[in-house]
């Protein structure tokens, strides 16, 4: 079984701040781990994923998460926040086992407010 | 311009009406989904077809009923809906394969706003 717990619904930081949202995972298996962005009105959109290799990883816009096994977690960060980052961030999960979409687990969602 | 695109965008429907949301991708992928997205809920996979073959049904009530004639085009055919049923649906696609398919992520349509009144 595998979930994803993202911590805080919501987060606001001030244009410039450091971003930083939450992910911890449970997973009996390696995991995939993915971070999606869904701004107003729209659908889902890859943000970044981690599958194998550097435990670092970059995406677009300027994001990144880290990997970390020890501490279950893939937590997403961005040196300076902009205005047009606000948007619901979403984690997920999958099992390398099948590495299949079909067994995508998603969290909750962290709403992220950008505060002039 | 997604790749996926849904219609309608917005839908509201009453109990007893029967409806249809369509989604269409343009991006080569064999596997296609339908998600509900309620508020303050982590999204649910409904339905999942791959080549065209339902893969998987996540005990989705049967007054929603899903249909893929081809590998491009997906419907979820919509009849007697609760209010409980509002949501926004969305669709997904990806290149699928059963196994390591971790390089192809989905792609999301912009959804359909349902509310049942």
């Known amino acids: 079984a595998q979930s994803v717990t993202q911590l805080g619904s919501h987060v606001s930081v001030s244009e410039g701040a450091l971003v930083l949202l939450r992910c911890n995972y449970s997973?009996?298996?390696?995991?995939?781990l993915f971070w999606y962005v869904q701004y107003p009105n729209q659908g889902l959109q890859l943000l970044l994923k981690?599958?194998?290799?550097?435990?670092l990883v970059k995406g677009i816009n300027g994001f990144e998460a880290e990997f970390k096994k020890s501490e279950t977690s893939f937590h997403l960060t961005k040196p300076s926040a902009h205005m047009s980052d606000a948007a619901e961030y979403f984690c997920?999960?999958?099992?390398?086992?099948?590495?299949?979409?079909?067994?995508?687990?998603f969290g909750s969602g962290t709403q992220l407010t950008v505060l002039p | 311009e997604t790749g996926v695109t849904q219609t309608p965008r917005h839908l509201v429907m009453g109990m007893t009406n029967k409806k249809s949301l369509k989604c269409e991708q343009h991006?080569?992928?064999?596997?296609m989904y339908w998600y509900k997205q309620s508020a303050k809920k982590p999204l649910e996979l409904m339905f999942v077809?791959?080549?065209?073959?339902?893969?998987e049904n996540n005990s989705v009530p049967s007054r929603f009923s899903p249909e893929c004639p081809n590998s491009s085009h997906l419907f979820l055919h919509l009849h007697t809906l609760q209010p409980e049923d509002s949501a926004l649906y969305l669709c997904?696609?990806?290149?699928?394969?059963?196994?390591?398919?971790?390089?192809?992520?989905?792609?999301f349509g912009n959804g359909t706003r349902l509310t049942v009144t």
């Open positions: 997973s009996s298996v390696p995991p995939y």
């Open positions: 997904a696609s990806s290149r699928d394969s059963g196994q390591s398919s971790y390089n192809s992520p989905l792609h």
């Open positions: 991006l080569g992928h064999n596997a």
């Open positions: 077809y791959s080549l065209e073959e339902r893969v």
């Open positions: 997920a999960v999958t099992r390398i086992s099948s590495g299949s979409a079909r067994q995508l687990t």
């Open positions: 981690y599958t194998t290799g550097a435990t």
